[in-house]
Every structure is written in structure tokens, then in C-alpha cells.
């Protein structure tokens, strides 16, 4: 398995690449909260004064999912999120040289969402091949983590909806459980997301995995009724949060190891091999 994380080529000056394409780069997008649609709308645009609809692709990488989406629908705006500055510049790239102007990228985290749009402002989240974070202590970082799934209903349009696309089957049921416990309504669930819908824009990493070997799986999903809140005013965390509890039990099942799990689950081959471990103590 190559290493699928953005390196730095040779030469590659980060700022520089920041300036020569600042066009599609919003550097300080918690100051379009709330007129997205209309600040990026080019003033000479034919039709609307603003855009029909804002959406958001959270962990965007390098762009090329949104920037495809941007081409089909040219009405609705496309802002792409990422906290890699690397990967931002990257986006920024495909962006101005598409020439299209109803995508732009930012460098920005999950947790700020909720400072960078106003409640109800956008239409559509979508979640490509988030990063697993497999480990316990680091569950909180998943795009698809209780605490997220709450931030994204703040700023989801009625009706809106959120939507994962994974290759970790580890990563999809322990979603399940973070959509239910958010308060979500499923629409939408598919163990090969690309052959029920196949005329999706594909992500990078949807090519570079596919072509391994991986298969797609997908929820859709949008908010229904405000979940449940202790006397703390906390919606509670009640899951197993290591995606080693969401593995199938019969390792020797698993064809396609999912990206980022390679390391747990030969370690946990080998040790179940030696016989007398269980991973659930
Ligand atoms: C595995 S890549 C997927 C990139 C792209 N969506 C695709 O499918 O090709 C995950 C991306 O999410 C970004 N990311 C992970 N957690 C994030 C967070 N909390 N906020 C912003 N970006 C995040 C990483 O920097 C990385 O670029």
C-alpha cells in the first residue's frame, strides 16, 4: 500500500502556491458566515445575485471530488474544508485552473464550523473517506464523531443532509452508531456506494483505493429530532470508541484491509494466531 498522505514535491514553496492561487482561497472563512451564497457569487454572473445553495466538503484534501462537483452544478457553491495547508494550496490549484468560480477552499477544522457558516446555511455536507483515527484515544477527531455529527445540525439547512463515503467498514458501523446517537435520519446505506450510484463525482482517495481492491460504503443521512441531553445539557457518548470493537469477528473475512487500519489488524492476525487473545478485554 503506497503512502496516500500529501507529500511535499521537491521545490514545493507552500506560501508561494498559496498567493498564485489565492482566487479560490478563503483564508478567513468564519467572515462569510452567513452570505456565503451571495459574497462569492461573481458580480458578473448571469441569473441569480447568489447562489442557490451552499455546500460544504469537510476534509476536502486535495479537491478533486469538489472541484467536479463545482464543474456539474454550476449554480450551487462549493467551499472545501481542510486543516492541511498543504493540501488547501493543492485544491486552490485545481480550482483556478478549472476556471470555475463557484468553488473555493479553506484552510479550517471541524471543530470551527460553527463560527465559519450560520445556522442553517448549508444544504449539503459531504464526508469523502474521512480519516479513520482507529484508535480509542483518538476517536474524537473523526469526522464522523458524536460531537461533529452535533456541529454539522447547527449549520445544516432544513432537510440537509450529510454524506459519508468510506473503504473502512470499521469506520461505516461505528457511524451508524454516531448518526443514531446525534439524532440523524438515515436515508440512504449502501455497502458498495459506487455501483448504486454510480454517476458520483469520485474523490482521490475513492480512485486510489478503489483500484486496490476497496469497496464503498456510504450513509446518507439528515437531521431529525434534537437527541437527548443528560442533566449537563451533553448529548452522551455511550459507544465503544476503538474501531477494533467494530471488525468483524472472523478476521480471515476481511479481503480489503481498510486505509490507516494495515498496522491493527496484522498485529491482531498475528496475535490471534498465537491463540489465547481476546480483543474485546
Ligand atoms: C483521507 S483524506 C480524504 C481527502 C478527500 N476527501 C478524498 O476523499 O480524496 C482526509 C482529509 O481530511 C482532512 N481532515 C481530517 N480531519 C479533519 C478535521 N477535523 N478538519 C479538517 N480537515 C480534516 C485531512 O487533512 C485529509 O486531507
Known amino acids: 500500500m503506497h503512502a496516500l498522505h500529501a507529500r511535499l514535491p521537491k521545490h514545493f514553496v507552500l506560501e508561494e502556491r498559496l498567493e498564485r492561487y489565492a482566487d479560490a482561497i478563503e483564508a478567513a472563512p468564519a467572515s462569510y458566515a452567513g452570505v456565503w451564497a451571495e459574497a462569492c457569487r461573481p458580480l458578473d454572473a448571469e441569473g441569480a445575485a447568489r447562489f442557490s445553495e451552499v455546500r460544504l466538503d469537510m476534509g476536502c484534501g486535495k479537491g478533486a471530488f ?28 485545481k480550482a483556478v485552473e478549472s476556471g470555475l468560480d463557484n468553488v473555493v477552499f479553506c484552510p479550517g477544522i471541524s471543530d470551527k464550523l460553527g463560527d465559519y457558516f450560520a445556522a442553517g446555511e448549508v ?14 484515544k483518538e476517536a474524537r477527531q ?8 452535533l456541529r454539522y445540525r ?7 443532509t450529510v454524506l459519508l463515503k468510506t473503504d473502512s467498514y470499521p469506520l461505516w458501523h461505528f457511524s451508524q452508531t454516531q448518526f443514531a446517537l446525534a439524532g440523524y435520519d438515515v436515508s440512504w446505506e449502501s455497502t458498495d456506494a459506487r455501483a448504486e ?3 458520483d463525482p469520485m474523490s482521490w482517495y475513492e480512485e486510489r483505493l478503489s483500484a486496490e481492491g476497496a469497496k464503498v460504503f456510504a450513509i446518507e443521512a439528515a437531521a431529525g429530532e434534537e437527541p437527548a441531553r443528560n442533566e449537563e445539557g451533553v448529548v452522551e457518548q455511550t459507544e465503544p470508541l476503538s474501531l477494533i470493537d467494530y471488525l468483524p469477528e472472523d478476521l480471515s473475512t476481511m479481503k480489503y484491509v481498510p486505509h490507516g487500519m494495515q498496522g491493527t ?17
Open 66 to 93: 469538489t472541484v467536479e462537483a463545482a464543474a456539474r452544478e454550476k449554480d450551487v457553491l462549493f467551499v472545501g474544508i481542510d486543516f492541511e495547508p498543504i493540501c488547501i494550496a493543492y485544491a486552490a490549484q
Open 123 to 136: 444544504s449539503r455536507i459531504y464526508l469523502n473517506f474521512p480519516t479513520p483515527f482507529p484508535r480509542k
Open 142 to 149: 473523526r469526522l464522523t464523531y458524536l460531537d461533529n455529527l
Open 154 to 160: 447547527q449549520i445544516l439547512a432544513p432537510g440537509g
Open 197 to 199: 450510484r454510480p454517476d
Open 265 to 281: 489488524i496484522t498485529n491482531l492476525r498475528n496475535l490471534e494466531k498465537k491463540g489465547n487473545y481476546n480483543r474485546h478485554l
